[in-house]
């Protein structure tokens, strides 16, 4: 079958492997030069299934009211986002209860989970290059956080498979000892064994390097301008910068554009973008910081170490599709690793450190879309949020079984259920 997946970041890339590897004949289109340049370029690089509850745990409201005035809050919503974000603001809400969030954090572990499989099968077969660690991830909570509320969810999500390890402060040091200067702060750490991470745009191109090798193509620089329907159940071809692009089965995989492409076809995606700021330093050679991921409770902040550079990410900014990159926010980013791993200071030039901001595809609930739509040749695999680096292979496993496979080709989509 000729399938156009619309889409290289990491979720498209991975989504072409698994098509391809299926045995279908793939297009993937990408405005961008290469895969993997916009959302995928510069994340966390966290593969973290132990992260999987949503953001709009239970009491959302009023922690949302006390960091909105928090001067050095990791949270941000810009007055002109607000008109765009009303409607899905509340449905965002409407998710906040225990019984929806529990449910959204389910749906979130099993496709996380999924992916990490989905991965670890792939490494056992292709060598990939991505800066990887397999070392866990680690979350230390500071004196008078929530660390014993944190504890009890793991609990819960150990129910699904999550393990866990509660640390105390002299176990924390014999894992990282880098956080030696600053230990007295911490009451404790969380660590998730099996959780990993990499570079996503490595691990994207990775992904596109092996889709090509099964004689998948890539039409880079390609903008996609349209989808056009043969009728009220049947994409005809995908009108492009460089011509129309006819295939039997479409995928969209435009991150926080998706829903641009989807509403002109009756499909009201509930996705707004939703901007973060990460800064990667060369460490040259330097030995002296994380040998795993680390995550500050109280600062929301991570530093993750990618081969010779360290990542640090973090902040959530509602700005719509503003994907400036702020240096003050870059700033803010580093300053905050500063207060975890002081000695970093003496080892990167701030001025040579890559800032990078991008757009998080959040649909209200947490889990993405993934599955049919009314078009019985449409299909979705978009609205990863914060983790589409941790679901893409399993959420690409997912689509690529249903088109091959066939199943329930007229359900429609159920936007807060990615389960096909
Ligand atoms: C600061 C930050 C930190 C993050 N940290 C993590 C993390 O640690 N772990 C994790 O799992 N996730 C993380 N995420 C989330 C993750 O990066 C995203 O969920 C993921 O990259 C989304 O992938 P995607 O393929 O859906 O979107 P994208 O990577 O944005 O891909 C969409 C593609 O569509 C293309 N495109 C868009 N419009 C058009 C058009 N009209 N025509 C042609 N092409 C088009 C773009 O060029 C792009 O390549 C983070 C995000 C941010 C912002």
Redesign the pocket.
Known sequence: MKVAV????????ATAYMLAKDGHDVTV????DR??????????????PS?ASPWNSPGTLKRLGKMLFYSNSPLKINPSAIPSMMGWGLRFLANSTYERHRSNMISNIRLASLSLDTLRKIRETDKLNYDETTRGTMRVFPRGGRMSEFVQMCREMQEWGIQFEVLDQAQILEKEPCLAPVIDRYVGAVLFPNDE?GD?HKF?NEMARLATELGAEFLTN????GITKASSTYISHVV??NGDIRADAFVL??????P??AGPLGIKLPIIP?????VTVELNGWRGGPTRPVMDDKYHA?M?PMGDRLRM???AEFAGYNTRVDAKEGRRVLNDILKILPALASHVNPDSALN??????MTPGGPPLVGPTPYTNLFL????????????CGSAKLIADFITYGRVLNNRVDPTNYAL
């Open positions: 619309l889409g290289a970041g990491v979720v498209g890339s289109i990408d405005r961008c895969p993997g340049m916009e959302t995928s370029f510069a994340n966390g690089g966290l593969m973290n992260d991470s996503a994207t390609t903008s996609v301008l492009t910068s995989s435009l991150g926080s554009y998706s641009i492409f939703v901007k973060g700021y990460s991570m993750v990410g973090g902040r990078w901001s991008g757009l998080r595809p695999n978009t609205g990863h949020g914060p983790l589409g680096w941790t679901m893409a």
